[in-house]
């Protein structure tokens, strides 16, 4: 290798980048070709070099010569591991996704290697000296213990967006590659990507490696403390990081931390900021999932220590079925959300700093999407559908002259022919306004499409009286999604509604009812007959900037299936009448 650098840096020609690529392509020929190659001082100082090069892909070049081979089963050197560490130090913050991503599935390519290497020479090794530990396997031990407590460093509160999820990124692959082994209790949802052969081979000689053991109390309790993140993608890792291990044995379940955790999901669940509110979603699936009847209790005790529970509140306490925590939590949860919306018809100007509706809205998401995937007794299921429907539409009724107001960024109380009376309350309140009211408002419509598309989008519409959904339930969300489209002047308002309104109508379109299946092409023929109408034409937005109509008819006539014949009037007679009356009266 000396001798071909010195013969580059002879060529008049010949730059830094091209010496130092042509480098990297005699290590990477002379590691296919030569038995004995190992990872010498002179091949570190030119794989650093690259690691630090501007040019991203002669980095990736240099992290392939480090990680990449042509079997699996090929033991990389020990030698050559801590020049991953130094690589993903100095590149953990990189801000290209084009960049991140390869570096991540060469990564997975070691791992892999360490993983099935070192199960051929532990087996080869307990045939011919017993059972000690193999010094390779040992070296690798000591390497991964050391690139976990690299990655868990890089998750403190001052880290770039970019270094927290490299940093989960490599933890998720350490969970995925050294799960648990099958002598142990994986947790339940935990989907292992390992071949089962590999896991079979290794209960008899014992795993390499275990990332759930290798992982202290302080550091689970940090990937918690990660769940504030205020980036999604970052959130849903740690949600699956942590599902990879038993809580009871990282500290998680103590009941003086447990005790925080529920506290904190309240705080964060009424905080008027959006972030805090996604926060308090992911903090419940984390708590259902360690603790579920703890947290109901402690829901429990919100509901019944609320100013505004009443007899009945207590009533529907009480005949709760223990036996289903998930629906469990979300029936309390709509009580919460009962008891807010009363405070908010009282005053909803004092509810959007006090006790905003979205968040325990998202929440109540949140616990359903856990609870459809859990058992479930189908009364309870259907009383808790109904019951959320009913909620959704109180609170789009009172969020509805805001959001579609025709100036909702600079609505007043009692302005513009709205209702005066104390339902918008007064500018009074501290840290209230209009630009508030309308987050509000938007946020909670945003969360109730939401929520109706979650709910048509799994429980099937049919005519059956024991159908989740019933006819007159259809209606009444139909109702809330038709009114969002056609008259809301908010985008972010309508925006959410057009997917909830498209699932709707594939629901409609593929059921085998009549009376569903008409249903779409009706609305459309009813929205012509309303655009012809001088009178209900003023009511409906349609030329307004980035109004929510046309979302409507596209949601309609693009989820309508080819194959069953076209229903929708989609003639030219209908056409023209819509494109004429646009143009005249607009």
Same mark, same amino acid.
């Given at each position: ?328 939590? /979300?029936?309390?949860?709509?009580? @919460?959300?009962?008891? !807010? #919306?009363? =405070? %908010? ?128 339930? /259809?209606?009444?969300?139909?109702? @809330?999604?038709?009114? !969002? #489209?056609? =008259? %809301? ?98």
């Amino acid at each position: 290798m000396d001798m071909i650098r010195s013969s580059l840096r002879g060529v008049d020609t010949a730059t830094a980048d091209a010496v130092l690529t042509t480098e990297l392509a005699c290590l990477r020929c002379a590691k296919s070709h030569l038995a004995n190659f190992s990872w010498g001082h002179g091949y570190e100082k030119t794989f650093i070099a690259a690691t630090h090069h501007k040019d991203e892909q002669i980095q990736l070049s240099a992290l392939g010569l480090l990680c990449e081979s042509v079997r699996t089963t090929e033991p990389p050197p020990p030698s050559s591991l801590p020049l991953l560490l130094t690589f993903l130090y100095l590149n953990g913050a990189t801000q290209s996704p084009n960049f991140r991503y390869p570096i991540i599935t060469t990564v997975k390519k070691l791992l892999v290697r360490i993983r099935d290497s070192s199960y051929a020479m532990r087996k080869q090794y307990s045939k011919s000296k017993g059972p000690d530990p193999h010094p390779t396997v040992t070296s690798y031990q000591s390497f991964l213990r050391s690139l976990v407590s690299q990655q868990f460093n890089a998750l403190h509160p001052f880290s770039s967006y970019q270094r927290r999820h490299m940093a989960l990124s490599v933890l998720h692959l350490l969970s995925s590659v050294f799960p648990l082994s099958s002598n142990d209790t994986p947790p339940v949802g935990h989907k292992s990507s390992v071949d089962e052969g590999c896991l079979t081979k290794e209960t008899f000689i014992g795993p390499v490696f275990e990332f759930p053991k290798a992982v202290s109390v302080n550091q689970a309790r940090r990937l918690v403390y990660s769940l504030r993140d205020s980036y999604d993608a970052n959130r849903a890792l740690v949600l699956e990081l942590l599902a990879c291990f038993p809580l009871d044995s990282h500290g998680l379940k103590d009941q003086p931390y447990l005790n925080y955790l529920n506290a904190s999901f309240y705080a964060c669940m009424c905080s008027p900021k959006a972030v805090d509110c996604t926060t308090a979603s992911y903090l419940l699936r984390l708590l259902l999932r360690a603790e579920s009847t703890q947290f109901n209790s402690f829901l429990q005790d919100r509901i019944l220590g609320a100013e505004h529970h009443s007899q009945n509140t207590s009533d529907m306490l009480e005949n709760l079925d223990d036996n289903s925590p998930y629906w469990v939590a /979300v029936s309390r949860l709509l009580l @919460i959300l009962q008891s !807010q #919306l009363k =405070e %908010a018809k009282e005053d909803l100007l004092a509810a959007t700093v006090q006790n905003p509706l979205y968040g325990v809205m998202q929440s109540v998401r949140a616990a359903l999407e856990e609870a459809k995937e859990m058992s479930y007794d189908k009364e309870i299921c259907r009383v808790t559908i109904a019951k959320t429907i009913e909620l959704c539409s109180e609170v789009a009724t009172l969020a509805s002259p805001v959001v579609c107001n025709s100036s909702p960024e600079g609505f007043l109380p009692g302005a513009q022919g709205l209702p005066a009376d104390n339902r918008y309350g007064t500018p009074a309140v501290k840290g209230a306004g209009a630009q508030s009211l309308l987050l509000c408002c938007w946020h909670a419509m945003k969360e109730i499409s939401l929520l109706m598309g979650l709910l048509v989008g799994w429980a099937p519409i049919s005519d059956n009286p024991n159908s989740l959904l019933t006819p007159t339930q /259809v209606d009444a969300i139909a109702s @809330i999604f038709t009114h !969002q #489209l056609t =008259e %809301a002047r908010h985008r972010g308002a309508f925006e959410m509604a057009y997917s909830g309104f498209q699932k709707l109508c594939q629901s409609l379109w593929g059921s085998p009812s009549p009376r569903f299946h008409h249903m779409p092409s009706q609305w459309v023929t009813e929205l012509l007959e309303s655009l012809q109408s001088k009178s209900m034409s003023r009511l409906l937005s349609i030329t307004r900037r980035s109004a929510g109509l046309p979302f409507y008819l596209q949601a309609i006539l693009t989820s309508e299936p080819s194959h069953a014949g076209r229903q929708c009037p989609k003639g030219d007679h209908e056409n023209t009448a819509l494109s004429g009356h646009s143009l005249q009266d607009y």
